[in-house]
């Protein structure tokens, strides 16, 4: 007999522990909402694994990848916010309760704050997994450039990306030899990217090549690469090796759910925003430009300031704006819009005229427009009768006689 899982109810529920999602945590718990945080391996993300983070404010001494995201968790826990180590086993978005499982638990939350993330993509060579991260391999030259200065770096790629940030590594590193599949003179990346590297005199190209093997004891020293025409292996010694081939979004529990992109990104709105109400989605797993501590974390700020705004104009809307007790006239206007301002006043004569009668609510656009979002209004100003919680006419033309006789 399957077991039943337990259900537990919050306001918001964050998918991911990674920078983005820590910081949506800690301004959902400030604004006193109930939430959750569930990650699957390590709270911080691949953040964590970072050596030394010199381009995060505040931090001047450049500290672990560690020592920051542990401090975001304790923070977040001072406000409140409830972490689970579980994975997430399926996702329902849609409506208004979302829900969200795992093995053993059901949770339900008004609001789902996506932060999964996403993993480089590896080469599959030999030992691969047992350089990653601290012990030789990185996936990100703006983080642990520095640490490489005076040192012999490979790069395995050819793409902008790869040729871009193999550039900045020759900023610092002795030389930069950088690994390409293609015959001499043929790169993914743009031309410009392509003259400037073929010109830098710290990098030099080994053509036709991927990766066959990486060696070291305990920390990488030598990756081996293989002519894909001949075969012949080609060891080169290095202190560390930086893989560009491709970044994977977590996105595989939300396809079917959420818009994605080609490459599998989630695409949002400034707001953070996914296109399904009480949805937001934040940090590595959206299409993004630049992927850093910093941008996630700003990503958090906005998403889990948008959900406590989503969460509360719900809770108007549902209880005031479409009220049930009697019938409703709601006025949406943006009060920068002279006529539609002036027109307050003949509001207020049909609400002193119809005193007790009817409930009127007044929405203005100027600051936000959630509320009107929610009215599905072709045009702004408008007015909208309702009838028992439901809306029964739109009028977009500010005739007083007119709305009269449609209350």
């Known amino acids: 007999m399957a077991r039943e899982k337990v259900v537990e109810n919050y306001d918001v529920i964050i998918i991911g522990g990674g920078p983005a999602g820590l910081s949506a945590a800690i301004y959902a718990g400030r604004a006193r909402l109930k939430t959750l945080l569930l990650e699957k391996a390590l709270v911080g993300g691949l953040a964590t694994y970072t050596n030394e983070i010199a381009n995060y404010p505040g931090f001047p001494d450049a500290p672990k990848g560690e020592a920051i995201t542990n401090l975001m968790k304790e923070q977040a826990k001072n406000m409140g916010v409830n972490f689970k180590l579980t994975a997430v086993s399926s996702v329902q978005l849609k409506g208004e309760e979302k829900v ?16 999964t993330g996403g993993r480089p993509r590896t080469t599959g060579g030999e030992n691969e997994e047992e350089f990653l991260f601290d012990k ?7 983080c642990d450039a520095a640490g490489n200065t005076d040192k012999h770096v490979v790069v395995i790629g050819s793409g902008d990306a790869a040729i871009e940030e193999g550039m900045f590594l020759t900023k610092f590193a002795k030389k930069v030899t950088v690994s390409v599949m293609h015959d001499e003179g043929i790169m993914d990346c743009n031309e410009i990217a392509k003259e400037a590297a073929l010109a830098n005199p710290k990098m030099e190209f080994i053509w036709n090549s991927v990766v066959k093997r990486f060696e070291g004891d305990e920390h ?24 560009f081939i491709g970044y994977l979004p977590n996105t595989e529990i939300f396809e079917g759910q959420l818009p994605l992109t080609r490459q599998r990104y989630i695409t949002v709105n400034e707001k953070k925003e996914t296109g399904i109400e009480g949805v937001f989605a934040i940090g590595d797993v959206t299409d993004k430009w630049l992927k850093q501590i910093a941008t996630a974390v700003g990503d958090g700020a906005i998403a889990g300031t948008a959900a406590e705004r989503y969460i509360a104009e719900k809770e108007i809307f549902d209880h005031k704006i479409m009220q049930c007790e009697k019938p409703g006239l709601i006025y949406v206007y943006n009060a920068i819009d002279a006529e539609s301002r002036n027109f307050l006043s003949e509001i207020e004569a049909i609400e002193e005229s119809n005193k007790g009668k009817i409930a009127v ?4 656009t100027y600051k936000s427009n959630g509320l009107a979002l929610k009215l599905e209004l072709d045009q702004v100003p408008a007015i909208v009768i309702t ?3 439901k809306v029964t006419d739109k009028i977009y033309d500010l005739d007083s006689s007119l709305i009269s006789a449609k209350l």
């Open 100 to 115: 969200v499982e795992t093995f053993r638990n059901k949770y339900i939350g008004k609001v789902v704050i996506i932060a």
């Open 136 to 142: 030789g391999i990185s996936f990100c030259a703006t």
């Open 220 to 243: 990488l020293s030598r990756v081996v690469l293989k002519n894909v025409k001949t075969g012949d292996e080609i060891p080169v010694d290095c202190d560390n090796c930086f893989e």
């Open 361 to 364: 609510n007044r929405i203005d």
């Open 387 to 389: 009838k028992d919680g």
